[in-house]
Each structure stands twice: as structure tokens, then as C-alpha cells.
């Protein structure tokens, strides 16, 4: 049963009764407010629903059992996400393999639309990302983060994330246009002068 | 700036508005006389939006319930202090928990030089006395079996929504044991048979799969497995609904002849897919004198079309298909 008291808490203080009190409720309402989160977002990292699962399952035991640990200098969200990337990455090394294109339905709805093939498209390119880029563009363009949180969860300044993000969308429309057919563009990440 | 195009992380910041008032006007200035930037920011956009338009997937109830079940009693066992080796409760993810054991087992090892038929028994005792905790897997067969609706809300939840169903999972085990060698890590000896090239990548995933599954190999797979027949919706009588027993078995045998070569029934299931009742019916489809199955084919049908429709045109209701090496 839900506890409307502890739902309107913010993650720190939930945190923090539970370290208090150890009240596994307040667990429950932090794994009810971002399992989906932690999971979506190691699902198009590590690119397959089990190994999302196997690292979701890691970040939230690491969060339960690492609780006291939590200072709450930084947002518990902050914490979190770093705690997702570390579970992709370790779940990743441990699997020693490329990410795989998406499997594909033999036959979906909408096969051979714009729409469908646009999709899986992305979902190839994606996949094909180094995996510190695609860890950077899905924070960003799927999950809204920041550069600063993104910064964060990753452990790598600034600059760097801006320049993995750079990377990825480049890329990402370059194999979407290889695609197409079309010829990707040439040359490094900086642009030549103009004539 | 105007004769300098803009590095590409700025022109990249700039569409997420991560540049200075400065450097904003002064990608502006450039974009407005300088086609190939656009281009090439357009292009960004495009990548960005398309990106984005992927949507967030979602966790099914099935797996949230799992994960629930596999988290919350591994933070009793934290609480008591009891944690495994690593400070890691044992049995607690679907692969963790083959290291685990293999810990264990070590532990054991060594107990065997000392008492070796007390230690042996100690050793296969530890996983249920340790953790507390159940594994993912485990976590998920029961829920398989409660009456509540699987929600799948894309098609790319359906391969890993049947892999889950534990049906399935005693097929492909069944189909494993029966038809190949004993399982080797996935990337050295994949499990498949490769048709031709273009399929590589994803006989790749599905071999990575199969190994996934081999970790729980010694579980219970449910049953119904490879033998197919009423067992197969042994999980799908939910009663007072179109979604009966006898209304699966119905739809099931429909859909069969709709579909080439002998298919063995493997498991129906109750579904909400994409937010309206469906049937998830899953057949194998026989391997040959090998045994086990050359093949998974999984059907989502509304049941009013499955009872009233038969041949190409129930064939052409189906609200979605997919089949993938086991």
C-alpha cells in the first residue's frame, strides 16, 4: 500500500528515512519514481530488455544498500544516474561484445513506411555508437538531462560531454544517410575555413 | 566567425541552447550565409528529433514486479547483515547469480578437501540459505502465472515478453539439451544456425539470448514446454472473459492453419497490447529429426477476430507477428 506522505517527500529525505528508520517503504516509492527511468535508459544503452533489467536491478541494490552513504551534496537524481551508467558500463565490459543491431520484426505494422524504417534506422545507428556517445545522446535527447548532470552521471567535464554529444548526432546522421545513400560527410569534428 | 564556419560541438550546443548569447548571435549570422553549416545543422536536428522520437520504453508490469520482488527481498538479507561474498546478495540477478554460485562453489571446493560428503551437501545447500533473494528469473515465473494482463505497449517488447514466459523458456532449454551441444559462452559458439550473412547480427542476439536463459537452465521452465497441447494455456484461463481455455485453444488452432508446416502450441497468454485485450500465442515451429524447435512464430490477434475470422483473413487481422530463432 502507497503511503501518500512519503510520496509527496523528495527523493533526499526518502533517502534519508530509510537510512533513519529503515523504512523499506521509502524504498518502494524511490524505485516506484525512477525504475522506469534507470530502465529506459539502460535499455537504449545496452540496446536489450535483459541486461536493462540486470542493471536496473544493480543500480537500485547499489542504492539500497549504499544509502548511508548518500551525503545529499549533490541531487539523489545525480546519484542515480552515475549509479546507471557505472551498471551499463560494468554490464557492458563483462559482456565484451558490440552492440548488436536491433532484431527486426518479420513483419511489423507499418513495415516498409517512412515512419518504420526512419525508426529502425535510428535504433542501427544508435547501437553503432561508441558506447561513452551513446551514453551522452540518450541522457540528452531521450531523457532531457543537461549537460551538468550529464557531466555528472558520466564523470567527465564539460567539454567533453558537449563534444561526445557533437559526435554522436553527426554520426548518428551520417549513418542515416549512408542509409539513404547518400555520402557521409569527411573530415574531423572541426569544420575547415571557408574559401 | 562569419568566415570561420563553427566547430561542430558549438553548432551542436547551439541547438541545445548550450552557447553564450555571443556565440548564439554569431552561429546565426554564419547559418544565414553559409549553406553547407545549415545543411549540416539540419541534418543535427534531424538526427536529434529523430532520436528523440524513439520514446522512452517502458518497463512491462511483469518486470517491475519481478524487479520488486528480486530488490525488496534483497534488502531484508542486507538488513540482517547477511550479505553473499562481494557484499553481493547471492541469487540475485539472472547472471550475477551464476557467479555466485560459482563463488560458492569454490567455497564448497575447498570445505570437499576437508569433509568431502558434509561439504558437498553444504554446498548445494548455500543458494537457498544465504540470500534470501530471489533471482530475476525465479521472480519472474510466478508472476507468468498470475492472472494479470502482460501489457506490451511496442513491438519490440514482444521477443523479450515471450523469452520471459516460462513456457518458453522450458521449450528453449528442452530445445537446447535436444538438438546441441552442451552450451558454450555465446560469442565463441553461437547456438544458431546462420542462414545467410544478412541475418548474422541478429542470430547473434538471439544466440546472446539463449545464453541468457541457459544461466536458469535448472529451473522449472513451466511444464508445458516443447509437449505443446492443452498445456500450453495452462497460464490462460482467466474466466467470465473472452479469454478462456477453451476460446485459446480455438484461436490457437486457427491461427496454426494459417501458417505453413507443423507448429507445436508452446504457450497463450492474456495481453494488453498497445492498450487493447489481446491474445500472445506462441508456437514452436519442429525442428526435424534433430528434435526441439528450428523456430519461435508469435502472434498478438484480438479474440473477436480470432473467433470469427480464419485463413488469409484472419491472417491479415493480426495485430502482430514475430518469429525468431530459439
Known amino acids: 500500500m502507497r503511503d501518500p506522505d512519503l510520496e509527496a517527500q523528495t527523493d533526499e529525505l526518502l533517502v534519508a528515512a530509510f ?56 541531487a539523489f537524481t545525480t546519484w542515480l544516474y552515475r549509479l546507471t551508467t557505472n551498471a551499463c558500463h560494468d554490464i557492458g565490459r563483462r559482456k565484451a561484445r558490440t552492440p ?5 520484426l518479420p513483419n511489423p505494422p507499418g513495415a516498409g513506411s517512412g515512419e518504420m524504417d526512419t525508426r ?29 548532470q550529464i557531466a555528472a552521471a558520466t564523470g567527465v567535464p564539460l567539454g567533453t560531454v558537449k563534444s561526445r554529444i557533437a559526435r554522436a548526432r553527426r554520426a548518428l546522421a551520417g549513418i542515416m544517410d549512408d542509409s539513404r545513400g547518400m555520402e557521409p560527410r569527411s573530415g574531423g569534428s572541426r569544420l575547415r575555413k571557408q574559401r | 566567425m562569419n568566415n570561420t564556419h563553427p566547430e561542430i560541438e558549438t553548432i551542436s550546443a547551439y541547438l541545445d541552447g548550450m552557447v553564450t548569447s555571443r556565440e548564439r548571435a ?11 553549416c545549415g545543411e549540416i545543422t539540419s541534418r543535427m536536428k534531424t538526427a536529434s528529433s529523430n532520436l528523440a522520437a524513439l520514446g522512452k520504453v517502458q518497463m512491462t508490469a511483469q518486470e517491475q ?57 553444504f554446498m548445494r545447500s548455500i543458494p537457498d540459505t544465504n540470500g534470501g533473494a530471489q533471482t530475476l528469473t ?68 538471439s544466440a546472446d539470448d ?5 544461466t536458469g537452465g535448472g529451473e522449472d521452465g513451466g511444464g508445458a514446454g516443447a509437449a505443446g497441447g492443452s498445456g500450453a494455456f495452462a497460464g490462460a484461463a482467466t474466466g467470465g472473459h473472452p479469454f478462456t481455455v477453451e476460446a485459446g485453444a480455438a484461436c490457437a488452432g486457427a491461427i496454426a492453419a494459417t501458417q505453413p508446416g507443423p507448429l507445436e502450441e508452446i504457450a497463450a497468454r492474456e495481453i494488453s497490447y498497445k492498450g487493447r485485450q ?10 526435424g529429426s534433430s528434435g526441439g524447435f528450428a523456430e519461435i512464430r508469435t502472434f498478438v490477434v484480438d479474440p473477436a477476430d480470432c473467433a470469427s475470422l480464419s485463413g488469409e483473413a484472419l491472417e491479415r487481422a493480426f495485430l502482430s507477428r514475430y518469429s525468431f530463432k530459439p
Open chain 1, 19 to 74: 537510512v533513519e528508520s529503515k523504512d523499506e517503504r521509502a524504498l518502494e516509492v524511490l524505485l516506484a519514481r525512477h525504475e522506469s527511468r534507470v530502465f529506459g535508459i539502460a535499455y537504449r544503452i545496452l540496446g536489450n530488455r535483459a541486461d536493462a533489467l540486470d542493471a536496473t536491478q544493480d543500480v537500485f541494490l547499489t542504492v539500497f544498500r549504499k544509502a548511508g552513504s548518500f551525503r545529499g551534496q549533490a
Open chain 1, 100 to 104: 548488436l543491431p536491433m532484431e527486426t
Open chain 1, 120 to 148: 529502425l534506422g535510428v535504433e542501427q545507428a544508435l547501437r553503432a555508437l561508441p558506447q561513452d556517445q551513446r551514453v551522452a545522446i540518450v541522457m540528452r535527447d531521450l531523457y532531457d538531462l543537461d549537460y551538468e
Open chain 2, 26 to 36: 554569431q552561429v546565426e549570422q554564419h547559418l544565414a550565409s553559409c549553406g553547407a
Open chain 2, 65 to 121: 514486479a519481478a524487479l520488486r520482488r528480486a530488490l525488496l527481498g534483497a534488502t531484508k538479507t542486507a538488513a540482517s547483515g547477511s550479505l553473499g561474498f562481494g557484499g553481493r546478495p547471492a541469487g540475485v540477478t539472472s547472471r550475477g547469480w551464476s557467479f555466485g554460485r560459482l563463488q560458492w562453489s569454490l567455497a564448497g571446493a575447498f570445505a570437499l578437501l576437508a569433509v568431502a560428503v558434509v561439504g558437498f551437501a
Open chain 2, 138 to 205: 525465479e521472480a519472474m515465473a510466478p508472476a507468468d502465472r498470475s492472472a494479470a494482463p502482460i501489457t506490451i505497449a511496442s513491438d519490440d517488447q514482444i521477443r523479450d515478453t515471450v523469452l520471459a514466459l516460462p513456457e518458453v523458456k522450458g521449450s528453449i532449454s528442452k530445445s537446447t539439451a535436444e538438438s546441441g551441444p552442451p552450451a558454450q559462452p555465446a560469442p565463441e559458439a553461437p547456438a544458431l544456425a546462420r542462414t545467410d550473412a544478412s541475418r548474422d547480427s541478429a542470430a547473434a542476439q
Open chain 2, 210 to 214: 539463449a545464453e541468457s536463459f541457459a
Open chain 2, 278 to 287: 489481446a491474445w500472445l500465442i506462441v508456437y514452436g515451429a519442429p525442428a
